[in-house]
């Protein structure tokens, strides 16, 4: 593999295969395989690609046990011993295929990894690839945009859609220019696409995470939006020089206090993300322009946070007012959902327009 194809897509990383591994088949007590996973050791998948779901539900049943703690923290917890003890759990690839017996075929392995014949991938980051393959494949229906999505790898996109529902209710009743918008943070390019079928003529989108980029300019290559549509790769307004009438941040929404990586960028944030986006704003907004950011209360329902992010902007710097603050109920959680997501009566999803103070 060259440096320019490592440096084209983010991806998960490739383990060598000299390590030294406890070879697993299904004909071995998946207990003694999860014993290994918790003494260090990695575990390789030898013969069907079953065998490793038949590990992992051993492994989830073992966590279950030994942290009962059922609270949104308690979960997290658990969510991240899982992560680490089921990453040792290894499947090998070879000439870009899985070398296990029924294994599914994974489009991604080939574009992903181009120079390298054989390495070995943790278990679960290859159902995630396999699970992006399938969306990235057949599209994903986003209610009331008109079209369909193709997200690529490593990109985040919304499984519930009330915060787009108020997004495009005020798309409807907003009755500024539409020469232009920033849609930062633009991800699979949903709220860019609303608002070009709303009018806007010309969106300028930033995103720190690459693979969102690339798979959007795929996208674009594809459809009308090419021309409407300018792209940068960068944190918040990096590459952005232009004044806009619409600023639009749907950021994470939980802050951080734990190390995350990959696709958990789009879900937490740190302390300092919402002051330097907050300082940013005013400089590429034009004086009687808006800025929309779709939120929620899920950090204080879920006691992560005390702070509204938003909230302690307005009251602390003063740089902007509030014109409008709308909320609405999330629905309850599909009956396939394992966790126990009892706060969900009492999450809101938000929208806020906030104008600068003249």
């Known amino acids: 593999m060259n440096d320019t194809d490592e440096e084209m897509y983010d991806r998960p990383k490739p383990v060598g295969t000299n390590i030294e591994v406890f070879p697993y088949e299904n004909s071995i007590d998946p207990k003694i395989a999860v014993k290994a996973l918790l003494n260090g050791d990695y575990v390789l998948i030898e013969d069907l690609y079953s065998s490793g779901l038949t590990v992992l539900n051993c492994l989830k049943s073992h966590l279950k046990l030994t942290l009962p703690d059922q609270s949104f923290k308690g979960q997290r917890d658990s969510r991240s011993e899982y992560h680490d003890l089921s990453n040792k759990l290894l499947l090998l690839i070879r000439n870009n295929r899985l070398t296990v017996k029924k294994a599914p075929e994974i489009g991604w392995l080939k574009i992903l990894y181009p120079g390298i014949n054989e390495f070995l991938l943790p278990f679960p980051q290859v159902q995630g690839l396999n699970s ?156 009687d322009g808006r800025i929309v950011l779709l939120f929620s209360n899920l950090d204080k329902i879920t006691s992560v946070s005390s702070t509204h992010p938003i909230e302690t902007e307005l009251l602390q710097n003063r740089r902007y007012s509030r014109e409008l603050y709308l909320q609405k109920s999330v629905g309850p959680a599909s009956e396939s959902t394992r966790r126990n997501q009892t706060w969900r009566s009492t999450e809101m999803v938000e929208l806020w327009v906030l104008r600068l103070n003249k």
């Open 132 to 287: 992006s393959w399938q969306w990235y494949k057949n599209g994903i229906t986003i209610p009331g945009l008109g079209k369909k999505i193709h997200p690529f790898y490593g990109t985040y996109f919304p499984t519930r859609f009330e915060h787009l529902k108020l997004f495009d209710d005020w798309l409807k009743q907003y009755r500024g220019e539409k020469k232009s918008a920033i849609d930062i943070g633009i991800g699979s390019g949903i709220l860019s696409f609303m608002m070009l079928k709303s009018g806007f003529k010309k969106i300028y989108g930033t995103d720190c995470n690459r693979n969102a980029i690339a798979g959007l300019k795929e996208s674009l290559e594809k459809d009308a939006f090419q021309s409407k549509i300018e792209l940068m790769h960068g944190d918040l307004f990096s590459g952005i020089d232009i004044l806009s009438e619409l600023i639009v941040f749907n950021p994470p929404w939980l802050n951080a206090n734990h190390n995350y990586e990959g696709l958990d960028n789009a879900i937490y944030y740190d302390n300092d993300l919402f002051p330097r986006f907050f300082s940013e704003a005013q400089k590429n907004l034009l004086p």
